[in-house]
């Protein structure tokens, strides 16, 4: 008896537990946001999320992914996105929620806003449209610093080693110019010294002729007016 009472106590227990249904976790909702700093109605679409993100019942359903669209780059991904949803853009702000979008805002569309939130968050089959395009663009984005860091790393080892180059040739340079005008001095004083030891001589042997040839013929008057007198 004791027994089959213990056992009508499981199954009563057992039922119970069967009998609640199991509540799904909701998944946090990727709501994409294009906007611009000069737009008035993206201001509003941005305030009326900061107040949602504030609210218990709302706060962890959904994550802003905000993309300014000054940047070119957002831009296109922007429009990358309107055709994967097959939207026309008019404009901004421009949001998706799941597999529906925006383009503008007012706040007639608050409810139907928060209703998709909701519905995409405790849909766990859903896939989102826009997640891959989301996942590349964000991944290239950390690539795209990775190469330039490179590019940055080459352009200053390229310089320094440029600079030690030029700073060898010149030294190579004012080396030989040294070593030429050492030289050059050398030759010009040489050619100089021969030059004036050449021209001397016959200068010295003209001058001894001469004085010795006007001596003899003053000689010869002289011992020829002697000899008439006697």
Same mark, same amino acid.
């Given at each position: 008896?004791?027994?089959?009472?213990?056992?009508?106590?499981?199954?009563?227990?057992?039922?119970?537990?069967?009998?609640?249904?199991?509540?799904?976790?909701?998944?946090?909702?990727?709501?994409?946001?294009?906007?611009?700093?000069?737009?008035?109605?993206?201001?509003?679409?941005?305030?009326?999320?900061?107040?949602?993100?504030?609210?218990?019942?709302?706060?962890?359903?959904?994550?802003?992914?905000?993309?300014?669209?000054?940047?070119?780059?957002?831009?296109?991904?922007?429009?990358?996105?309107?055709?994967?949803?097959?939207?026309?853009?008019?404009?901004?702000?421009?949001?998706?929620?799941?597999?529906?979008?925006?383009?503008?805002?007012?706040?007639?569309?608050?409810?139907?806003?928060?209703?998709?939130?909701?519905?995409?968050?405790?849909?766990?089959?859903?896939?989102?449209?826009?997640?891959?395009?989301?996942?590349?663009?964000?991944?290239?984005?950390?690539?795209?610093?990775?190469?330039?860091?490179?590019?940055?790393?080459?352009?200053?080892?390229?310089?320094?080693?440029?600079?030690?180059?030029?700073?060898?040739?010149?030294?190579?340079?004012?080396?030989?110019?040294?070593?030429?005008?050492?030289?050059?001095?050398?030759?010009?004083?040489?050619?100089?010294?021969?030059? $004036?030891? =050449? @021209?001397?001589?016959? +200068?010295? %042997?003209?001058? !001894?002729? #001469? &004085? /010795? $040839?006007? =001596? @003899?013929?003053?000689? +010869?008057? %002289?011992?020829? !007016?002697? #000899? &008439? /007198? $006697?």
């Amino acid at each position: 008896m004791k027994k089959n009472k213990f056992l009508l106590l499981v199954a009563g227990i057992l039922a119970v537990l069967f009998a609640v249904p199991c509540q799904a976790e909701a998944k946090t909702v990727n709501v994409y946001f294009f906007r611009s700093n000069s737009c008035g109605y993206c201001a509003a679409a941005k305030e009326f999320f900061e107040t949602l993100k504030e609210d218990e019942e709302y706060k962890d359903l959904f994550e802003i992914k905000d993309f300014e669209v000054s940047s070119t780059k957002n831009s296109n991904l922007m429009y990358d996105a309107a055709e994967i949803m097959g939207d026309t853009l008019r404009g901004v702000p421009y949001i998706v929620i799941g597999d529906e979008s925006w383009n503008g805002y007012s706040s007639t569309y608050d409810e139907d806003l928060k209703e998709k939130i909701k519905e995409v968050s405790s849909d766990e089959n859903f896939e989102d449209p826009l997640a891959t395009l989301i996942a590349d663009f964000e991944a290239g984005g950390d690539d795209g610093l990775i190469i330039l860091g490179i590019i940055a790393g080459v352009i200053v080892v390229v310089g320094v080693g440029i600079y030690f180059a030029r700073k060898d040739t010149d030294k190579l340079e004012k080396a030989i110019a040294l070593e030429e005008k050492k030289e050059e001095p050398k030759e010009e004083i040489k050619e100089v010294k021969t030059e $004036k030891k =050449t @021209t001397s001589k016959p +200068k010295t %042997t003209t001058k !001894k002729t #001469t &004085t /010795k $040839k006007t =001596t @003899t013929t003053a000689k +010869k008057k %002289t011992s020829t !007016k002697k #000899t &008439t /007198k $006697k």
